[in-house]
């Protein structure tokens, strides 16, 4: 997994798992095909928005409904950034998005994949809730969940994708971010990658 990979789950699970193994190119423009992604160079924070954009775009009617909530992340993570410090010089790319992905192939969803491993994380997710539930304080919550840290980085996204709401998300986060060493420091590179 790179920042790339890493930011896309974070903002749709299932739009990141479209990317994995996933020939990278440089190119003018995002272009994506069921063995490779082309890819601009363009800022990084950019770079995240447009390649899902794009992997949306490539979806079938029918993928693109089912995640239409998706497709509002992305657009509340543009905003996000938009009125972030980085904002003035992402905005040739982010309200031109057009400009910078070209159509090229349909992409199909596995949704057999996605139920697969929503399925092995969701006991994690049950026991984050009943903490998250049972604990008089964040630091109670914390100290109990330690048994994060034998989750993959994947599985670490996923479990916040699944979050119902921006405090369960924030926790959920919190928990690998103490716990996780693997977690914690791919969270870092992201970080500093989005920063420039």
Request: glycine share 6%; with cysteine; charged share 35%.
């Amino acid at each position: 997994m790179d920042e790339l990979e890493f930011c896309l789950k974070s903002i749709s699970y299932p739009l990141g798992m479209l990317l994995e193994g996933k020939e990278r190119k440089a190119g003018d423009v995002v272009r994506v095909s069921s063995k490779a992604i082309t890819l601009p160079k363009v800022p990084f924070a950019a770079l995240c928005y447009l390649t899902g954009l794009a992997l949306f775009d490539s979806l079938e009617l029918v993928d693109k409904k089912r995640l239409a909530e998706d497709y509002d992340g992305l657009e509340a993570f543009k905003k996000k950034l938009l009125a972030s410090k980085l904002g003035e010089s992402l905005k040739p790319y982010l309200t031109n998005p057009g400009l910078f992905i070209s159509p090229f192939e349909r992409l199909s969803f596995d949704w057999l994949e996605f139920q697969k491993r929503k399925e092995k994380v969701e006991p994690h997710l049950k026991r984050l809730r009943e903490l998250i539930r049972e604990s008089r304080s964040r630091k109670e919550y914390l100290e109990r969940t330690s048994f994060v840290r034998e989750l993959t980085v994947d599985e670490g996204l996923l479990l916040g994708y699944l979050a119902e709401s921006e405090k369960e998300r924030e926790l959920i986060n919190s928990a690998l971010g103490k716990h996780n060493h693997d977690y914690r420091e791919m969270a870092k590179m992201y970080f500093k990658a989005l920063r420039g």
